[in-house]
């Protein structure tokens, strides 16, 4: 039976009961992480899974001995729950890395080997560094031309005209964000991924920013690859990388000797933060339950992240929408992407604004002395900022998550009306 959004459950007090962190009080009144998009807050359900293994499992993987073997299956099913995560029926495409950045500069280093002199990288001026500077490197190695597309600065939306434009028959790779981590701003990744490969392009996705507010679909996308970080879906601090399976098999990887061919091991570095992929797992079946509890206790895990997207987007779209408006009637605070409450769809829950009368560092000072923690700069995201002539200062990046209440986004919307008189 197929179920939308408003006819399923959302219980937020049970959802925020399984996150510690938000019992936490700072100067008297209880805090409002709205930082979640430099890391989100973790249920106890993942910290309980991390804390498991080292207590009990704790051992390197493929030895002849029980906690090693159980290891060997921890990491089996991890892969299984991430490729459920990121639509994928082939778990062995899924490696796992210290964090995206290092994932993707080892991609980019294998990559760029293929690439030649005269031909052509696209990158983005929405995007984070991380998925801008590992292609630039690598093209600068190869002798390859970087086309860098701009934003509309009005709304924060990409000029995926000037993306068309560029593409060509030189074109080895576009790399875009699923969405812009500084202004919220999701991308027409579906439409990219097949003007991409009509001229025999590539296209990197980086989903670290679009990863806990929409369900990923890489199949249905038809991306070449995919990379997030399980820290900003509500698990720890580990990287994801995705790839289809005949373009990692056939590039060579910079590894060890002796050299370990198959998948997905050939792109795994080292000995892997095992804990943190017990955390991955636990992170990811947190998501899941969440689409049983509210539909279904039976349903696999792919059917059941999707539930559960369709209710944060609608949970996350009415807070989102309370902020715009009420940002709105604020004379001294300007939005700075997509503004309008109407266009929810087009943007994820993370709203950047400045002051007129106090420097964004400023801002968010006062905020996190008031106990409401939000992030101020540039995030990374060093084109955004340049774009908009907002270096040095940056902006204050105020992050919705699924954990977020109607009461904390009105607190919020008094105490910047107070500090922006």
């Known amino acids: 039976m197929e179920h939308t ?42 910290i309980d899974a991390v804390s498991d293994y080292l207590a009990h499992r704790n051992a390197n993987v493929g030895g002849l001995f029980a906690t090693s073997q ?23 495409e899924v490696a796992f890395g210290s964090n995206m950045t290092t994932l993707t500069f080892a991609l980019s280093r294998a990559l760029g080997r293929t690439w030649s002199a005269g031909d052509e990288i696209i990158v983005t ?36 005209d000037d993306l068309y434009a560029k593409l060509g028959p030189r074109t080895r790779l576009v790399a875009v964000g699923c969405a812009s981590n500084s202004l919220g701003t999701v991308n027409p990744i579906g439409e990219i991924c097949r003007a991409a490969h009509e001229v025999g392009a590539q296209v990197f996705l980086d989903a670290v920013h679009y990863a806990p507010h929409r369900l990923m679909d890489v199949a249905a996308w038809g991306s070449d690859f995919l990379a997030c970080s399980a820290y900003k879906f509500f698990g720890p601090h580990v990287g994801i990388l995705w790839g289809k399976r005949q373009i990692l098999e056939e590039l060579d990887a910079y590894k060890l000797r002796p050299p370990k061919d198959t998948l997905p091991d050939k792109w795994m570095t080292g000995t892997q933060s ?14 899941a339950e969440l689409g049983r509890r509210t539909n279904d206790s039976n349903l696999p895990r792919r059917s059941a992240l999707n539930t559960a997207f369709q209710c944060i987007a609608a949970h996350e779209n009415v807070l989102c929408r309370r902020l715009l408006e009420g940002l709105s009637a604020l004379p001294n605070i300007r939005v700075w992407g997509l ?31 008031r106990g409401i923690f939000a ?3 540039n995030f990374y995201a060093l084109g955004t900022t340049e774009s908009l002539n907002l270096e040095p200062d940056g902006l204050v990046r105020l992050g919705i998550m699924h954990y977020n209440s109607r009461e904390e986004i009105e607190r919020l919307l008094h105490t910047l009306a107070e500090l922006s008189r």
Request: no cysteine; charged share 20%.
């Open 5 to 46: 959004s408003h006819d399923l459950i959302w219980d937020l007090s049970a959802i925020r009961a399984q996150f510690p962190a938000l019992q936490r009080v700072h100067a008297g009144q209880p805090v409002i992480y709205l930082d979640g998009p430099a890391g989100s807050q973790v249920p106890q359900v993942v």
């Open 70 to 92: 159980e290891s060997d299956a921890l990491l089996d099913d991890a892969r299984n729950a991430v490729a459920a995560l990121l639509g994928t029926n082939d778990p062995n």
């Open 125 to 160: 001026r929405l995007d984070h560094d991380a998925n801008v500077t590992p292609w630039v490197l690598a093209a600068r190695d190869a002798g390859a031309t970087v086309h860098m597309i701009g934003f509309d600065p009005e709304d924060g939306t990409l000029n995926t």
């Open 274 to 287: 095992h804990e943190g992929i017990a955390g991955v797992r636990a992170a990811v079946d947190y998501l």
């Open 339 to 369: 503004a309008d409450p109407a266009r929810l769809e087009d943007r994820v829950p993370t709203v950047s604004i400045t002051s007129q009368s106090i420097s964004s560092r400023e801002l968010a000072s006062r905020l996190g002395e």
């Open 375 to 377: 992030w101020h700069g």
